[in-house]
């Protein structure tokens, strides 16, 4: 799956002098397609570079990631930065992205009661 809008934003991203602009962009996105809140499963190799995040400091925003980005009624604020860091990592790392969607399967079980 690729969202050709949030891999244009992250090609923004790529840009130093742009990087502030493209994350407030980029959480926009994010906190608006649900499908792009989960990460995305290609990126070109010039932004798998960017990407310097740990796989623990990215496990560990999970939970924030998660309610910053509920489409209907998000419970956290993440600053945009968090919210682009994380979003490019679940791009790149398959481990995260398996884990994060085990967390929003669950979530989304408890939320109906399940």
Known sequence: MRCDE????????????DRTLACQFIATHIRACLSCASGLTRLAQSLLSLDSMTCELCRARFPSYYEATHPNHPQVSMPDMAIAEVALHLGRC??????????????EMEEMGQ
């Open 6 to 17: 949030l891999y244009q934003l992250l090609t923004i991203y790529n840009r130093q002098s």
């Open 94 to 107: 398959a481990a995260c992205h398996q884990q994060y969607e085990a967390l929003v399967e669950l979530s």
